[in-house]
DNA sequence: CATGGGATTGACT
DNA sequence: GTCAATCCCATGC
């Protein structure tokens, strides 16, 4: 319990570039974390940013655990909640670079290139089966985890936001630097 | 109880 | 580049 607050018991900026190169397994698959967002309940981007709702109660509960909703009624998103009880924050998980069952997430999403498989929010859930049901599961128990990855230090860089509609402008978005897993799709559109 | 929005993806022009 | 698909839930009457 101590070691998930010391992962994601900070603020949520800290604990999104934390999770850069950490490990996200599910069952047989697994991928490195290279792409995150933070949402903190003061900027309105956040779903917990209208206060606490039956919706939102996970991003409000204790840190270390996975929020999960859907997205356009189609596609799941995998957060890991921050901060302290009853502050509403988390860490949305939008890309990784497969590691473990990649031919199981090629059974899932069809056949697409490796970097295809979890480049995107809606992705990567779907390469490693993460449903509605894993809302609330504590991410150092399971059946989803994050654990540490490698102990040195990489270069994450820091940029705006996807696909939201408010508070556009907050430099929240880290990606490790180069990698090719990242969706970059809209990384273009950011750059203008 | 009815309505509209949402942190996306993929298919089509 | 444009557009539809489709579920959950917050909000409003």
Known sequence: MSAAVDLYGGDVCTVARALIGC???HGETAGVIVETEAYHQSEPACHA??????RTQTLFGPAGVAYVYRSYGVHAMLNAVGEEEGIGA?????????LEG?????????RVRVEELCSGPGKLTQAL??????DGCDLGIGPVTI???????LEIATSTRIGITRA??????YTLAG??????RVAALAAV
């Open 168 to 173: 556009v402008e907050l430099p929240w978005r």
């Open 147 to 153: 654990t540490p990855g490698a102990a040195e230090p």
């Open 102 to 110: 990649i031919e199981l997430m090629r059974e899932r999403r069809g």
């Open 179 to 184: 990698s090719r897993f990242v969706s970059r």
């Open 90 to 98: 988390g860490v949305l998980i939008r890309a990784l670079e497969p």
């Open 23 to 25: 490990v996200v397994r």
């Open 49 to 54: 940013y209208v206060g606490l709702t039956p």
């Open 129 to 134: 089966g993460i449903e509605l049901a894993h």
